[in-house]
């Protein structure tokens, strides 16, 4: 019986399957291998269907928040109220680059101020943009698009405006991950369950680790990785002079030609060396 696991808690993993939601146990060889099954597992149950009995081949994993086979992950920025950083908004892209992960930058309170600064950061990008109008309803089903079909999460500073666009986007689905919210002290910071809920034609994780937008958590990039983590160098790339090229300060850098160019916006690139060094100054035990 093939189904996927919603959440975990204490040892006990809930399996939505065609009949429905069950309550199973893990077969004690994934702990003998080193293998925890995280809300997004897919995976197949034994014939009574109460043992997670193999965990089906992963696209992705998450280690903090908890979740596997993720395909896209909004970006909730608002344009003002907190003012966006895009060292943090460029940071967490690149994580989801790396892990093979659909970014969408998702910016909220486009009507109080204007999001052309942030739309000009990542114009040549690659990376969607969908700017939200609740007044209007303006972008919501370009949204609802992007989760038909996919498992999807959403992330970003308190005050941004996620549950007022939960609410926007399924009423039903604010309603439930409120009450899970509430039911499992969030507040208190004594949980960090992630949870899948259907809605949209597709399924959306509430992920309490995501909120407080600690891209590190999400993933280390490896510096020789790194420029991978940024579409808009793609194009460039086996253009430059040197093999190995890093885009600082090699003479000859297509890439270092495109930002000079204006084809590169200067604050993303900035970002990148900023995260380079990072990468750079990491210990290997850190990696």
């Not at 009949?19 to 995280?38: D, H, L, M, Q, W």
């Not at 003002?80 to 909220?108: C, F, G």
Request: glycine share 10%.
């Amino acid at each position: 019986m093939m189904a996927y696991i919603t959440k975990g808690i204490g040892g006990f993993y809930y399996v939505r399957t065609d009949s429905g939601v069950v309550e199973c146990r893990a077969r004690g060889i994934f702990r003998k291998r080193g293998v925890t099954p995280v809300a997004g597992d897919n995976v197949r149950l034994s014939a009574d269907g109460t043992t997670i009995d193999e965990i089906l081949p992963r696209k992705n994993v998450f280690i903090r928040p908890p979740v596997a086979n993720l395909d896209v992950l909004f970006i909730v920025a608002s344009t003002t109220q907190p003012v966006p950083s895009t060292r943090i908004l460029d940071e967490l892209t690149a994580a989801a680059v790396y892990k093979d992960v659909q970014p969408v930058l998702v910016i909220t309170k486009a009507d109080l101020a204007a999001a052309d600064q942030l739309v000009a950061c990542y114009a040549q990008s690659m990376i969607p943009i969908v700017l939200l109008h609740y007044d209007t309803g303006e972008g919501l089903d370009t949204l609802r698009g992007y989760i038909r079909g996919h498992l999807c999460a959403f992330c970003g500073n308190s005050g941004v405006g996620k549950s007022t666009l939960l609410n926007a986007l399924d009423p039903a689905l604010h309603r439930e991950t409120g009450g899970i919210s509430q039911k499992l002290g969030r507040g208190r910071h004594t949980t960090r369950e992630v949870e899948i809920f259907e809605s949209c034609g597709g399924r959306i994780a509430d992920t309490p680790g995501f909120a407080s937008l600690e891209a590190q958590k999400l993933a280390r990039i490896p510096k020789e990785d790194l420029q991978h983590a940024f579409p808009e160098f793609g194009p460039y790339f086996g253009r430059c002079r040197f093999t190995g090229c890093s885009h600082r300060s090699e003479t000859g850098c297509a890439v270092r030609a495109a930002l000079a160019e204006g084809k590169i916006a200067p604050s993303r690139y900035e970002s990148y060396l900023a995260m380079y060094e990072e990468a750079s100054q990491r210990k290997e035990w850190e990696r």
